[in-house]
C-alpha cells in the first residue's frame, strides 16, 4: 500500500513547483477569458477545478494547465520604476514622441520593450495587434526611453506601455499611458504646393497640404481650369481616402497630409475612368484646386509654369540688411542639388549662397543677409540672383532680380 504521507509529499512538491514556474515567467492568468489582477505589481492566478490559459507577457505562447487549490501570485519586481513623461496634451501631428524614465534601484536595466494600442479599450494579451517591440539602449540603472511612434489608424485615444527587465531576471510593465491626438481637419488649410504665396506651380506640380491630423478619411479634390471654382471648367473631382485599401490613397500617413503627385495621380485616373486627361498641365494656362472635407473647403489659383526652376520670388525687395534678410524662393519641378550665386551689376560674382545642395521638388525657401564672401553688407543697388537645379531631368537655370537698400 502506497505511503499517503509520500503521496502528499509529491503533490505538494509539485504545487510549489508550479508557483516558482509561474512567478519565473511572469504570467497574466486568464480565469474564464477574463483577466483578472488585484493591483499591477500582482496577478491572480487558479481557482479549484477551473481549466487556466497561462499567456506569458514575452511570447504569443500559450500553456493550458489544470487548476489546483488556492490562487498563485506573479510578484513583479518592486526596484523598477517608471515615470511618463510623454505630453498629456492632444497631438496635432501623428507621429508621437514617447518618452518614460526607466529606474532600478539594484541590478542594471538590460531589456526594454513597448507596445502601443491604437484606440480605445486596449487588449493587452492580443500580441498580434500589439506586439512587444524592442527598444536599443546600454544596459544601466536609469534609462531615458524616447522613440516616435506613428499612429495612423485614425484613433484620437490611444495606450501604450513599457516593459524593463534586469540582470538578474526581475522584470516588471508599466502601467497603460494615453496618447491624445486631436481629432477631425484642422480649422485652417495650407497648400505647401501648389504654392500659395507666389500662386505658381510646375507643369507637374507635387501636391500637398499641412494641418490635416490622422482622423481625416476622405476629402473630395477638385480640378478647375481657369480663376475660380465657381467660373472654371472641371477637370476632374475624386474623393481620396487614407484607407489602404482604396486606389486613391493619396492621404500619407507618415507625412499627416494630403500628397501626390499630379502626373501619377492622372494616370491611376486615366485607367479607372477610361479618360485621356494630360500627365502635365498647359504652360501660362491658371487653374484652381479645391479640397473639401466634413469641417470646410479651401481652394488655390495657381499658374502653371515650364522649367526644372519654374520660378523665383524675392521678398522683400529692396530689402535693407541692417533691418532683415531677403527670402529667395523658389520652385522646382523635380528633387534637384542647387546652386544659388548672387551677381552685382556688372556680372562679378559677390555670394555663392548655397552650392550643390539637396533639395525637394516643389516650393523651396533660402535666406540671404546681404553680405558678400568677406561677411560686410553689399551697397545700396540692384543685384541679380542665379538659380542652377541639376536634377534627373539634366541642368536648369534661372534668374531674377533684388535690390539693397539702406547703407
Same mark, same amino acid.
Given at each position: ?10 503533490f505538494?512538491? @509539485?504545487? @510549489?513547483?508550479?508557483?516558482?514556474y ?22 491572480n ?22 487548476? /489546483? ?10 526596484? &523598477?520604476? @517608471? ?67 506613428? @499612429? ?6 490611444? /495606450?501604450? *506601455? ?6 538578474? +531576471?526581475?522584470k ?11 481629432? +477631425? ?5 495650407? /497648400? ?29 479634390i ?47 485616373y ?5 479618360t ?12 484652381t484646386?479645391?479640397?473639401?472635407t ?11 509654369l ?6 523665383? !520670388? ?14 529667395? *524662393? ?9 546652386? &544659388? ?7 562679378? &560674382? ?23 564672401? $568677406? +561677411?560686410?553688407? !553689399? $551697397?545700396t543697388?540692384?543685384?541679380?540672383v ?11 537655370? *534661372?534668374?531674377?532680380? !533684388? $535690390?539693397i537698400? +539702406?547703407?
Open positions: 500500500m502506497i505511503n499517503k504521507k509520500i503521496i502528499l509529499s509529491f505538494m512538491l @509539485f504545487v @510549489f513547483s508550479l508557483i516558482i509561474a512567478d519565473g515567467k511572469n504570467f497574466v492568468a486568464m480565469l474564464n477569458g477574463a483577466v483578472t489582477a488585484s493591483s499591477p505589481n500582482t496577478t492566478y487558479a481557482f479549484v477545478g477551473q481549466s487556466v490559459v497561462f499567456d506569458t507577457t514575452e511570447t504569443k505562447t500559450s500553456v493550458s494547465q489544470s487548476a /489546483f487549490a488556492s490562487v498563485f501570485y506573479s510578484v513583479q519586481s518592486d526596484t &523598477i520604476t @517608471f515615470t511618463n513623461n510623454t505630453s498629456s496634451e492632444a497631438f496635432t501631428d501623428i507621429k508621437i514622441p514617447l518618452k518614460v524614465t526607466i529606474k532600478s534601484t539594484g541590478d542594471k536595466i538590460e531589456k526594454i520593450q513597448y507596445r502601443i494600442w491604437q484606440g480605445e479599450n486596449p487588449n493587452w494579451n492580443d500580441w498580434d495587434t500589439s506586439p512587444a517591440i524592442d527598444y536599443s539602449f546600454s544596459a544601466k540603472t536609469e534609462v531615458e526611453f524616447s522613440t516616435n511612434v506613428v @499612429f495612423s489608424q485614425g484613433y484620437t485615444v490611444n /495606450f501604450f *506601455r513599457v516593459y524593463a527587465q534586469l540582470e538578474d +531576471g526581475s516588471r510593465w508599466s502601467g497603460d499611458y494615453t496618447v491624445n491626438i486631436s481629432s +477631425g481637419l484642422a480649422q485652417n488649410i495650407t /497648400f505647401t504646393s501648389p504654392d500659395p504665396l507666389t500662386k505658381l506651380a510646375t507643369l507637374d506640380p507635387l501636391v500637398e497640404t499641412t494641418d490635416y491630423s490622422i482622423n481625416l478619411t476622405t476629402a473630395t477638385t480640378l478647375y481650369k481657369g480663376n475660380s471654382a465657381l467660373s472654371g471648367n472641371e477637370i476632374y473631382s475624386v474623393e481620396l481616402t487614407s484607407s489602404t485599401n482604396e486606389t486613391y490613397k493619396m492621404y500619407d500617413a507618415e507625412k499627416g497630409k494630403i500628397s501626390y503627385t499630379h502626373s501619377d495621380f492622372i494616370k491611376i486615366n485607367e479607372q475612368h477610361g485621356s486627361l494630360p500627365l502635365t498641365l498647359t504652360q501660362n494656362a491658371y487653374y484646386m479645391e479640397i473639401k466634413v469641417n470646410g473647403t479651401d481652394t488655390v489659383t495657381f499658374k502653371a515650364s522649367g526644372g526652376v519654374a520660378d523665383i !520670388l524675392t521678398y522683400p525687395s529692396p530689402f535693407n540688411p541692417k533691418k532683415e534678410k531677403v527670402k529667395i *524662393r523658389y520652385l522646382l519641378a523635380k528633387d534637384a542639388r542647387v546652386t &544659388i550665386k548672387l551677381y552685382d551689376k556688372a556680372g562679378k &560674382i559677390v555670394c555663392k549662397l548655397i552650392q550643390s545642395e539637396q533639395r525637394s521638388a516643389g516650393t523651396n525657401e533660402e535666406l540671404w543677409d546681404g553680405r558678400n564672401y $568677406a +561677411g560686410e553688407i !553689399l $551697397a543697388g540692384a543685384y541679380i542665379e538659380i542652377i537645379a541639376n536634377s534627373s531631368s539634366g541642368s536648369d537655370r *534661372r534668374y531674377t532680380a !533684388l $535690390a537698400v +539702406g547703407k
